[in-house]
């Protein structure tokens, strides 16, 4: 599985393997440890196979992943939206028998050697009813009624949300939870709405709404970003939510009464966990297949991007369109205004 986003939306499939084939043995390959800290409290999954394969070299790649072949797998998915040739070149390595993976525009006669079944891809459906379509190729069906993201959490994860709203007197208080960045892939960084625009809808929110309490959740990548929109916020409304994996992050999102950000992994995350108000700003790469599945979430338009999803960014394995330059002025298209009067309509 490419990234956190996109394990977590791989879930419902692995939910309906699960329904289909109750003995079989379910591993899931991935490269973020993010994914393997929920995956391996996903009921449905047998063992997460953990593998930063951008981080090694090619040898330790290659010898990595041939080592899978001694599990003798009759069945490899690679769920959408995998577009790049490295994952198919994986699961060759790793031998399964059956290779199955949508084709997408990128596909050359490489990525078809690599592979024994392919399946269209559809823009106009979720990544996640583009995976259901792997089903009838290895003689399955939905089972289920109704489908969402799974991701389960422990007591300890609980203990922690509970003993963090706690200490900081947050129980019953109004509380919008932000993530101000993105994926840190090709040139994904450039779909953030900037920091100056979330210090300042931060300081605005501070000064006309002290009712409502803000979380910055991150990862690694926010280190540096979140002590630049602390720097400008009332330190009694503004805390940074410091967690030590992504169970925490969500068991402490799950306390929220809305979450704000772009398409990001934390956007899937705060749908999984049902937090009641979901306000997303629209991204260049935001379009149908990686909407928050199941949430009846709020948009705030991007004009610059005016429905021209699509031409910006599609599953070729390629960047997002555009400048840098264009990239930018895109996401500063989206004034604090809008974001500001979205928030405060819901909360």
Request: charged content about 25%.
């Amino acid at each position: 599985m490419a990234g956190i986003g996109d394990a977590l939306i791989a879930t419902p499939l692995i939910r309906e393997l699960r329904e289909n084939f109750p003995g079989a043995t379910i591993d899931a390959l991935v490269k973020e440890a993010g994914a393997r800290d929920f995956l391996e409290h996903n009921p449905n999954v047998n063992r997460v196979v953990y593998k930063n394969l951008w981080t090694c070299g090619a040898f330790e790649r290659v010898r990595f992943l041939w080592s899978l072949r001694r599990e003798r797998y009759q069945l490899s998915i690679n769920t959408h939206p995998q577009s790049r040739i490295h994952y198919r070149i994986a699961a060759w390595l790793a031998g399964a028998e059956v290779r199955i993976s949508h084709e997408y525009e990128c596909f050359t006669w490489l990525d078809r050697l690599l592979v024994t079944g392919t399946l269209p891809q559809d823009y106009t459906r979720h990544s996640i009813e583009n995976n259901f379509d792997v089903l009838p190729l290895i003689g399955a069906e939905k089972k289920l009624a109704a489908h969402a993201m799974e991701f389960f959490l422990d007591p300890a994860d609980e203990r922690y949300a509970d003993d963090f709203l706690t200490r900081h007197k947050l129980f019953g208080k109004k509380i919008l939870g932000i993530h101000v960045g993105s994926g840190g892939t090709k040139n994904l960084p450039l779909k953030r709405w900037p920091l100056k625009y979330y210090a300042g809808l931060v300081r605005q929110l501070n000064r006309e709404r002290p009712d409502i309490h803000v979380l910055l959740f991150g990862g690694p990548e926010e280190i540096k970003d979140h002590p630049v929109v602390l720097a400008q916020a009332n330190p009694d409304l503004t805390l940074e939510a410091k967690t030590k994996n992504l169970r925490e992050t969500a068991a402490l999102m799950k306390g929220c009464s809305a979450f704000l950000s772009v398409d990001t992994a934390l956007m899937h995350i705060a749908a999984a966990v049902k937090v009641p108000n979901q306000i997303v700003i629209e991204a260049p790469t935001l379009n149908v297949t990686n909407r928050p599945y199941g949430s009846d979430f709020t948009l705030v338009k991007n004009p610059a991007v005016s429905g021209r999803n699509l031409d910006y960014y599609r599953y070729d394995g390629g960047d997002i369109k555009g400048t840098r330059e264009e990239l930018i002025a895109a996401m500063e298209s989206v004034k604090i205004t809008d974001v500001f009067a979205a928030v405060t309509k819901l909360i």
